[in-house]
């Protein structure tokens, strides 16, 4: 055990901490049920942080074929789960409710990146091939109907096809194919997610209703001032006027109660785990184990980025938990995966250059 937290990577590791403890904390005060099964998730998602901290990430370039397979596979039986509020995103397995599109995130990331590390996206036809991998499991996703997890899943492909080496002209096609199609996407929404749109721009339009979760974060965010009003004091999520307190707009609650200073400690956090996730994908010389780190990357700051700026009503809702704080063990658990995976990835710089150091030492004594 003890070797384990020697080779620890601390940068990756604190804001786990942290980000748990800020996430404990405000689940502490609404209700014990919810703080007591957000501490399992996290003792448990810690095993899986150390178990996967252990194992090599270069076994997951062999398994990239079966990895594929096995998300098509989970987010295919979620269509025979329960349904909950119109929609189909989750199964009951030993107890618990897990959501698969929440546990394929680490996946996909892997079998992306690795296409990409065996093929550089220097033409059409190699973006095209990518692209097939991405659409299936893309397709599943937004017919449960998640679109958050949808939009996350597309952002790890571009973020690891954009640092695989897309050229510029394909780039600015693609960006110019998709706002060439974006208006076409309207007739594909939900009716909900269309309300969700159009009360962005104006919540005010249904103060009651649809505009009705953006205005409530917004006041609990405005509400909190500097210090914010203490822990458990928070008024919009202890007298549920905020909705999603513990998940969607756990930010919010967390600004009403712990101010603007708590709201900064918890993207700082973010901050330097993404500073350090980036770190080690340059350092990383594998194209597969860069990559992979690279759509990590894109994938947390993605979510971190769509959380808060919803909490903040500058981006329209679309039901993305924030990595670690948001309430949840199919979130926490998928995170400490891929928090996991990072850490051996780190880890292995580490050996790597301790194997270089030694043999010139050897070298020096004998001189």
Do not use: C
């Not at 990577?9 to 604190?14: M, P, Y």
């Not at 990835?345 to 010139?360: M, Q």
């Amino acid at each position: 055990m003890l070797r384990i937290f020697k080779n620890l990577d601390w940068l990756i590791f604190l804001p786990i901490i942290f980000l748990g403890g800020f996430s404990l904390s405000l689940l502490a005060s609404p209700g014990e049920n919810l703080f007591l099964s957000q501490l399992v998730f996290f003792v448990v998602g810690l095993f899986f942080f150390f178990l996967f901290s252990q194992i090599d990430w270069q076994l997951y370039k062999s398994l990239s074929n079966l990895l594929y397979l096995l998300s098509l596979f989970l987010l295919l039986i979620t269509f025979l789960g329960p349904q909950v509020r119109g929609a189909t995103r989750w199964i009951d397995l030993f107890g618990f409710r897990w959501q698969p599109s929440e546990m394929i995130k680490p996946l996909m990331a892997v079998v992306i990146a690795n296409f990409f590390a065996e093929n550089e996206p220097r033409d059409l036809k190699t973006i095209f091939w990518g692209l097939l991998f991405l659409v299936p499991p893309l397709f599943f996703i937004f017919r449960q109907p998640d679109l958050g997890n949808a939009i996350i899943l597309s952002g790890v492909w571009l973020g690891i096809v954009y640092s695989a080496g897309l050229p510029f002209h394909l780039g600015l096609l693609g960006l110019f194919t998709f706002f060439f199609f974006l208006p076409f996407g309207w007739f594909i929404l939900r009716d909900y997610q269309k309300a969700r749109i159009v009360h962005f721009l104006n919540p005010f339009l249904d103060p009651g209703g649809a505009g009705y979760n953006s205005i409530q974060a917004m006041i609990a965010v405005g509400s909190g001032q500097f210090f914010g009003r203490g822990l458990g004091q928070g008024t919009q999520s202890h007298l549920l006027f905020l909705p999603e307190y513990h998940t969607d707009f756990i930010f919010a609650s967390l600004v009403e109660e712990l101010g603007f200073i708590g709201g900064f400690l918890v993207i700082l956090a973010y901050a330097v785990l993404l500073f350090r996730i980036l770190q080690i994908a340059r350092q990383i010389h594998d194209p597969f184990a860069s990559l992979l780190l690279v759509g990590i990357f894109s994938q947390i700051a993605l979510q971190v980025f769509i959380n808060i700026g919803m909490n903040l009503g500058i981006i329209p809702i679309t039901g993305i938990t924030l990595p670690l704080l948001s309430y949840g063990g199919s979130s926490v658990l998928s995170m400490m995966i891929t928090l996991g995976i990072v850490a051996n990835v780190s880890k292995s710089i580490r050996k790597n250059r301790a194997l270089d150091i030694l043999p010139s030492l050897r070298y020096n004594e004998l001189s």
